[in-house]
């Protein structure tokens, strides 16, 4: 798994030292740039209003967007392995629009070649496996994720879809934040401690009722070509899928304990629930509702 956010969560990919977990936080990272949420926000909006494109523009955005985030999250490694890591995240959008799912294969499969041709370029040196195996995961993790936005959109009503997948999206993790900041309970625990709540059940089945109202709404506001069984279905899978993305962002929370601060924390929850909804969105129409 990985991340996007500026500073957040940088891993150390150096090969003279032990290398962290994906999300490691660091206090000797540069300043942060900007606030986590209207990152996210930002993003959010931007892909969404970028699906009314063309197929290829779609793609090049998100191409973009992969790309940086890519970039900011290997803020700690060589450059021989940063920018050979950004291109690949950049690639898989782009063979996705040429190949549909197969273009995810060839994606991380080119992602490996150049990587493991990086590494080598490097050197050998105490730590290099591991240093490798992180920026793999690194970049397919969120591109290959992030890549299904692209197949999504070639959907019959492309552009109808993806919006409403950020629509539901973002209403299922605003209602589950809203639910999980007003329980007295989680406002008196201590930074540290909070990260052990890695699941409220109560925040998600707020989620997961905010979901279904904008699911319907959407339906009928942006003419999304489903019956109403399939609209109700769809939202299920993605706010179970969003709430499979935002616990393990908590199970990473709680792992690095203390090096990440709240709003750390939650941005990193909500980057990991859009990230794993994305692809239970596009095999939950396609599969079953399609």
């Avoid at 070639?154 to 993790?173: C, H, I, K, N």
């Avoid at 942006?222 to 499979?244: D, F, K, S, Y």
């Amino acid at each position: 798994m990985t991340h996007v956010v500026n500073k957040a969560f940088p891993i150390l990919m150096d090969g003279s030292a032990s290398p962290k977990m994906p999300f490691m936080s660091s206090r000797s990272t540069p300043a942060e740039v900007g606030s986590p949420y209207a990152l996210l926000l930002a993003a959010g909006v931007g892909t969404a209003a970028a699906a009314w494109l063309d197929a290829w523009s779609f793609a090049g955005f998100v191409s973009a967007a992969l790309g940086a985030a890519v970039y900011a999250s290997l803020a700690r490694s060589p450059r021989v392995m940063r920018l050979p890591a950004t291109a690949c995240a950049v690639s898989f959008p782009l063979l996705v629009v040429q190949a549909g799912e197969t273009g995810l294969l060839w994606a991380a499969t080119i992602s490996f070649v150049v990587l493991a041709g990086a590494s080598v370029m490097r050197g050998l040196r105490p730590g290099l496996v591991a240093s490798l195996a992180l920026a793999l995961l690194d970049v397919v993790y969120i591109s290959s994720l992030g890549s299904h936005l692209v197949l999504i959109k070639d959907f019959r009503s492309g552009s109808q879809m993806v919006t409403a997948f950020f629509l539901m999206a973002g209403a299922y993790e605003a209602a589950s934040a809203l639910v999980a900041a007003r329980r007295p309970e989680r406002r008196a625990t201590p930074k540290a401690a909070r990260h052990k709540a890695w699941f409220d059940w109560r925040a998600g089945l707020a989620g997961a009722l905010a979901c279904e109202v904008v699911a319907l709404g959407a339906r009928m506001l942006i003419g999304l070509p489903l019956e109403m069984t399939a609209i109700l279905i769809l939202g299920l899978v993605v706010a179970a899928a969003a709430a499979l993305g935002s616990a393990i962002g908590g199970l990473v929370a709680e792992d690095l304990g203390a090096r990440l601060s709240g709003r750390e924390v939650a941005a990193l929850r909500h980057l990991n629930a859009a990230l794993v909804a994305a692809p239970a969105f596009y095999y939950g129409f396609r599969l079953y509702l399609s």
